[in-house]
């Protein structure tokens, strides 16, 4: 290589910093969110994972290309085949079509790039994200007391929160481990893993993990208070229960307040047993008039995770973990970092680090914040509210079909139905089920998930997109139809 051939790197990064060098990569992002409006186009890409993989296979690039030039191979090697999230006939997983405004901040929050750790690495946005945190546990009903931490997502937040319960459960299990008398958690039956994954994580074992049965996909309350009973008649101690408000499956609900009667009821040496909500897909409702009686009750809890990158429809990632009692987080991680955190005992502690999973972690709670200052609680509330109702619009198409069949009242924006085709045996329905639910999504004109509920593969909808309205749910009826009649044909 000559001395001529290479390019001053600084004089790249220099060049890259303008609104114009800028534009050829924004524009990608602006002609998606406009293009996906019409509903006109293919949903996700047909191709395999080694069709996309042939076209990436090329060695590391070792010389710089125009940032223009690098924005027409992003459109054309990798933009074709994505899941566009945007696109009103999208109703997949819980990932949502996230709101614009909030979008652009993410290109902000990188240019920042202000780590959240410490309050003297991130000036501005570390009391901005105690302000945020006192929105939301407000929302909740708590006092001053209370506190919390942005997180990567519900599983973060889950885990954090269980790890202060474990904590209090065993004060002196940070030195000294769990000992041979761990405790155990106690949950639904349709929890999220989040739950079984931080009893693994912890070392307290999956087997720890006491799943109570469900009745309509929420937990049982009088079955929770029999097995509170036997566990305390076998001197077992309870370290959490947790309860879900909005499970991954249907969306349903467990009844709070049901849950904290039965922590009260069963309280031990500290008091009632620790009670975790994961509201991560379901915290919205409480901004909604018209669904916070779905989570009555959860003021009562001692933690509540929530993920506004799902029902707030912010882009990934976005997640809250809140706390009843703020230096609950304290106990959570018990280490000391004088490199980092160095404040007065009187002072106020405003740096983070010690109270969260992760060290170093973006400001993504400027995203939240813009999200309100943009729309505003009353609009993100319409919002929540128009995703539950498009989910009640297609149970009510579905209740009389004759062969797709509504499995739940929706109780938020999931929605699980069977299909029933004529002449099937129960047997061969479920590899029906995944032919039918493949063949619609490859035909690019909608894209659906499947699950599996109640010991059968079954359909499953998750409104995650504000534009996603009746309309489109008749066209999602009208094409699982189509492709349902050809897998029938074709099935022996």
């Not at 929105?135 to 954090?160: F, N, P, Q």
């Amino acid at each position: 290589m000559n001395n001529e051939d290479v390019v001053d790197p600084l004089s790249l990064l220099e060049a890259d910093t303008s609104l114009e060098a800028a534009r050829p990569i924004l524009e990608l992002a602006a002609n998606y969110l406009t293009g996906t409006r019409s509903g006109e186009g293919p949903v996700s890409t047909w191709h395999s994972a080694e069709v996309i993989a042939d076209r990436l296979n090329e060695p590391m690039p070792r010389r710089s290309r125009p940032l223009a030039d690098v924005a027409r191979r992003l459109s054309t090697m990798l933009l074709d085949d994505v899941n566009r999230l945007a696109h009103p006939m999208y109703i997949g997983h819980q990932v949502s079509a996230p709101l614009p405004a909030a979008v652009w901040t993410d290109a902000l929050i990188s240019a920042l790039n202000q780590s959240m750790a410490v309050r003297e690495m991130s000036p501005s946005f570390t009391p901005l994200e105690h302000q945020v945190v006192e929105w939301m546990t407000d929302l909740i009903g708590w006092d001053s007391r209370a506190g919390g931490t942005m997180t990567s997502g519900g599983t973060e937040a889950t885990l954090t929160a269980l790890l202060a319960a474990r904590s209090r459960a065993v004060p002196n299990v940070w030195s000294h481990g769990l000992g041979d008398h761990a405790p155990v958690l106690v949950c639904g039956e349709h929890a999220h893993y989040a739950v079984s994954r931080a009893a693994g994580e912890m070392g307290l074992g999956v087997r720890r993990v006491v799943t109570i049965p469900g009745v309509d996909h929420c937990m049982s309350i009088p079955m929770l208070r029999e097995k509170l009973s036997s566990l305390r008649a076998s001197g077992t101690r309870v370290m959490a229960v947790v309860a879900t408000a909005g499970c991954t499956a249907t969306g349903s609900f467990d009844d709070l307040n049901g849950v904290a009667d039965a922590c009260d009821a069963f309280a031990d040496d500290h008091g009632p047993l620790w009670m975790h909500v994961d509201a991560a897909h379901g915290g919205a409702a409480m901004l909604s008039p018209t669904h916070a009686h779905r989570v009555a009750g959860i003021a009562r809890a001692r933690s509540v995770a929530w993920d506004p990158h799902k029902t707030l429809l912010l882009p990934l990632a976005a997640g809250l973990l809140l706390m009843r009692e703020e230096h609950d987080l304290e106990a959570a991680f018990a280490q000391k970092a004088p490199y980092l955190f160095n404040h007065n005992d009187d002072a106020r502690a405003w740096d983070i680090g010690p109270r969260s999973f992760q060290c170093s972690r973006r400001a993504d709670v400027l995203k939240l914040w813009v999200a309100f200052q943009r729309y505003g609680a009353d609009a993100l509330s319409s919002l929540y509210d128009k995703l539950c109702r498009t989910a009640q619009a297609l149970h009510g198409l579905l209740e009389a079909h004759p062969q797709f069949a509504p499995l739940h009242e929706p109780m938020s924006n999931i929605l699980c139905f069977a299909w029933n085709p004529p002449g099937v045996e129960l047997g061969d329905r479920d590899a029906l089920t995944n032919a039918l639910r493949e063949r619609y999504n490859r035909s690019g004109r909608g894209w659906i998930t499947a699950t599996t509920l109640d010991g059968r593969r079954v359909l499953r909808v998750t409104v995650m997109n504000a534009r996603t309205d009746v309309p489109h749910v008749e066209a999602l009826v009208a094409g699982l139809e189509a492709e349902a009649a050809y897998v029938l044909k074709h099935h022996r």
